[in-house]
Structure formats: C-alpha cells, structure tokens
C-alpha cells in the first residue's frame, strides 16, 4: 500500500499484549476492514525492515504503531484505539471484550512489566 492510501497502517508484533489490545478493539468495532494490518514475528528479519520504515517517523519504536494518515505516526496503543474510536465514533468503555481483557489479562501483565523495569534499573 503506498504513502498516500486512505486506510491507516498499523503494526503488530506477534505474541505483544498491547498489540493484541489494538487488534480487539478493532475487532469489537468492526473494523478489521478500515485498516492495513503489517505484523511481524519477534526478531524476524520483517521486524528489523518494519522498525527501519519506522525510525523516520518515532522518537522510539515500539509495538503497535500506525500511520494513520501520510507523515503522521503514533506509537501507544491506549492513543491508537482513542483515535480509531474517535474516527469510528465507537466507545471503547462500552466494548466487554475489550474491557475484560484490559482489567483481566492485561492489567497482571502491566504490573509484571513495571517491575522487571524497576529491576534492571536497579541491577544497573
């Protein structure tokens, strides 16, 4: 898809929480067809192309990230579905999917990661 397509461009990572955030959200929305989906494995050689296409356009890459419009990337996920929702005119508070995932699933996980960094920051 070129630079000028109209459908916004979002990146995936297999096997990342925040990507599979995204991906309900636009599943529960029903916009799986309203977007281009580029996924890739972790430490593939499609990561390494899609983080170079990237590097232009974040201060860090990270996953998910979206073009979601020519020049115009973003790299959170909580800022991706806030936009998506606001384009769609979707609430994503109202989505049971999606909410259980971020109070069940996710919440767990956020808290793990919080302090595996507070850990190396401190081994460091």
Do not use: T
Request: with cysteine; glycine share 4%.
């Amino acid at each position: 898809m070129s630079e000028n397509a109209s459908k916004p461009v979002l990146y995936f990572k297999k096997a990342c929480p925040f990507c599979l955030k995204v991906r309900l959200f636009l599943w529960e929305a029903r916009m799986m067809e309203e977007v281009e989906i580029r996924e890739c494995e972790p430490g593939s050689k499609q990561e390494s192309d899609i983080r170079a296409e990237l590097a232009g356009h974040l201060d860090k890459v990270s996953f998910p990230a979206a073009r979601l419009e020519p020049g115009r990337y973003i790299a959170d996920s909580g800022e991706i579905i806030a936009l998506l929702a606001a384009k769609s005119g979707c609430v994503p508070a109202d989505m049971p999917v999606l909410a259980s995932y971020i109070e069940g699933a996710l919440k767990p996980m956020m808290k793990l990661w919080k302090e595996n960094l507070e850990l190396k920051a401190a081994a460091a």
